[in-house]
C-alpha cells in the first residue's frame, strides 16, 4: 500500500500492519493517539501494536470530495482533533506526553527550522531561505498570538491522508507526525494547494460550528505556518523533480503573497 518517510503499509484482507522504517517513527505512539482520537474521528481500529509495528483495520474508502458538504465534514473533523489540548507545545513520548515542552510553538519551529537552513534547505532555496527568515520576522507577533493554544496537531493534514468513507465521511490516516502545537499548522497543510472556495467555505463553517476558532486572517497566518513544511521538504536531498519543483513554487507563491 505504499508509505512514507517513516513507515510502510502492508495490507492482507482486512488487516493493515503499519511498520516502521525510519528515524522518528514510534508504532506504539502512533497506537496511542489512534485509540484516543477514535473517539472523536473516524481512524482505523487499532488491533494490536508493538516498537516495530502498529496493525489497524483496513477501512474502506475514497479520495476526499472537494466539495462545500466535504469541506464541512473535514472542518467539523480537524476541530474535534483540535479540541484535544496541552499545557505547552512539543513532541510527544510513547505515552503522549510533550518531552521537552518547547517555550513557544514558534520558538521551537524556529529553533528546528533555522538549523535546517543552515545546511541542506538553506543550500537548496539560495537567496529564499534569507526571505523566509525575514518574512517570520516581520509577522512574528501575529504568529506568536495566533499559536498560543497547544491543541492535538496531526502534522501531515492533507487529501492524501483526509479520506472519504461511505458512512463515516472523513477517515483520518497516518498520525506519525502528530505533535502538540497550533491548530493553524495543520489548517496550512490542508490548504497548501488552494482548493476549491467552496471547499474552504464549507471547511471553514465547519470548523467553528463544530467548536473550533479561526482568526480573521487565518489564510495568511496557515500560509505562513505552513512555511516551516515546506523547509523540511526543501530539506530532504531526495531527488523528486516534481515535488521540489512544486515545493519551490509554492514557497515563491507565499513570499509573494505576504
Not at 23 to 48: H, K, N, T
Not at 124 to 136: C, E, K, Q, S, V
Not at 198 to 213: R, W
Not at 222 to 237: G, Y
Request: net charge negative.
Amino acid at each position: 500500500m505504499g508509505g512514507g518517510l517513516r513507515s510502510v503499509n502492508l495490507r492482507s484482507g482486512e488487516l493493515v500492519a503499519r511498520v516502521s522504517v525510519g528515524d522518528g517513527a514510534s508504532p506504539l505512539r502512533e497506537a496511542a493517539l489512534l485509540r484516543i482520537v477514535a473517539e472523536r474521528v473516524c481512524v482505523p481500529e487499532v488491533l494490536d501494536a508493538s516498537d516495530r509495528v502498529v496493525i489497524v483495520r483496513f477501512v474502506e474508502h475514497g479520495p476526499l470530495p472537494a466539495t462545500e458538504a466535504a469541506g464541512r465534514t473535514v472542518g467539523a473533523t480537524a476541530a474535534a482533533i483540535h479540541a484535544i489540548r496541552f499545557d505547552a507545545p512539543g513532541l510527544f513520548d510513547d505515552t503522549l506526553r510533550v518531552r521537552d515542552p518547547w517555550t513557544s510553538a514558534v520558538d521551537g519551529l524556529r529553533e528546528h527550522v533555522d538549523a535546517l537552513l543552515e545546511g541542506g534547505a538553506g543550500r537548496r532555496l539560495g537567496a529564499r531561505a534569507h526571505d523566509i527568515r525575514a518574512l517570520w520576522d516581520r509577522h512574528d507577533a501575529r504568529l506568536r498570538a495566533a499559536t498560543r493554544a497547544s491543541v492535538l496537531v496531526h502534522s501531515d493534514f492533507k487529501p492524501t491522508n483526509v479520506k472519504w468513507t461511505t458512512d463515516a465521511g472523513a477517515l483520518v490516516l497516518d498520525w506519525e507526525f502528530a505533535w502538540a502545537g497550533p491548530a493553524l499548522f495543520d489548517i496550512g497543510q490542508l490548504m497548501r494547494w488552494e482548493p476549491p472556495a467552496p471547499f474552504v467555505a464549507g471547511f471553514a463553517a465547519g470548523y467553528i460550528d463544530a467548536g473550533g476558532t479561526l482568526p480573521e486572517d487565518w489564510r495568511a497566518l496557515a500560509r505562513l505556518l505552513d512555511l516551516f513544511n515546506l523547509v523540511f521538504f526543501a530539506d530532504d536531498e531526495t531527488n523528486r523533480p516534481i515535488r521540489d519543483r512544486d515545493v519551490l513554487d509554492r514557497i515563491d507563491t507565499t513570499l509573494g503573497a505576504s
